[in-house]
C-alpha cells in the first residue's frame, strides 16, 4: 500500500500525558500536512511542512503541540498535557508540490479522558 | 479571513435522488476547488475538482457546478446509490502560505435504497 499511513489510529490517554503520532507520507511527496478534525466538523489546518521545513502553523496549534518531520519523510505530531478539548481525530496528508491533490491517511483519533 | 461556507449540513434522499450540496467563498486568491468524501471512521478521499477558470466538471455520476463571479461552487451526484451515503466537504486552496486547503463544514448525505 502506498498511501498515507497514520499510527497509531487510535489513542486513549489521561489528561495531563503526552501523546505522539506518526504520519508516513506518500514517498515522493515533499508536502506534509496535519489537520484537526473534530465530531461533525471539516478537517481544520494545523501546520506544514515542505520537506523537513515547517513553513506555516496555525493558531490552533498551540505550545502544547509540536511537529516535526526529520529528513522530511516521516513526521511526528506530539501533544503535551493533554486536555479533553484536544480529543478529535488528527490526519495527516501529503501531496507533492505543483499539484492541488491532497491525500489523506486514515487519522488518529485522540480521545482524552 | 479565509472560509468556505457548505450547506446543507445533511441531506436525505432517494435512490436514483440527485443531492445537490452547495459552498460559497470569500476569498478570490483560491485557486483550486476539491470535494472530498468521507466515509465513518475513514480520512477523507478526493473526489472531483475544479479551477476557477472552468464552470463545469464531470467525472462519473458526480459533477461541480463553479460560478466565479458569485464565488459559489456546487456538487451534483447523478443517480445517487446507498453507497454514497458518507460526509461531503469542499474545500478551497489558497496558494499562498504553503497551498493550504480550507474545508467546509460537511454535508452528511443518506440515500435511501
Known amino acids: 500500500d502506498t498511501g498515507v499511513s497514520q499510527n497509531p489510529r487510535h489513542k486513549i490517554t489521561k489528561r495531563g500525558q503526552n501523546v505522539t503520532f506518526r504520519c508516513d507520507p506518500i514517498s515522493e511527496h515533499n508536502r506534509l500536512y496535519w489537520y484537526r478534525q473534530t465530531l461533525g466538523q471539516g478537517p481544520e489546518f494545523l501546520t506544514y511542512f515542505q520537506n523537513e521545513a515547517q513553513l506555516e502553523k496555525s493558531r490552533l496549534l498551540s505550545d502544547r503541540f509540536s511537529a516535526e518531520r526529520p529528513k522530511g519523510s516521516f513526521s511526528t505530531l506530539e501533544i503535551q498535557r493533554t486536555e479533553q478539548g484536544d480529543s478529535a481525530m488528527y490526519l495527516c496528508a501529503s501531496r507533492t508540490t505543483n499539484t492541488g491533490e491532497l491525500f489523506f491517511g486514515e487519522g488518529s483519533r485522540l480521545t482524552v479522558l | 479571513q479565509q472560509q468556505v461556507k457548505q450547506s446543507p449540513q445533511s441531506l436525505i434522499v432517494q435512490k436514483g435522488g440527485i443531492p445537490i450540496i452547495n459552498c460559497a467563498y470569500e476569498n478570490t486568491a483560491f485557486d483550486y476547488f476539491p470535494w472530498y468524501q468521507q466515509f465513518p471512521g475513514k480520512g477523507p478521499a478526493l473526489l472531483i475538482a475544479i479551477r476557477p477558470d472552468v464552470s463545469e466538471k464531470k467525472e462519473g455520476r458526480f459533477t461541480i457546478s463553479f460560478n466565479k463571479s458569485a464565488k459559489q461552487f456546487s456538487l451534483h451526484i447523478m443517480d445517487s446509490q446507498p453507497g454514497d451515503s458518507a460526509t461531503y466537504f469542499c474545500?478551497?486552496?489558497?496558494?499562498?502560505?504553503?497551498?493550504?486547503?480550507?474545508f467546509g463544514g460537511g454535508t452528511r448525505l443518506m440515500v435511501k435504497p
Open positions: 474545500a478551497a486552496n489558497s496558494p499562498v502560505g504553503g497551498n493550504m486547503l480550507t
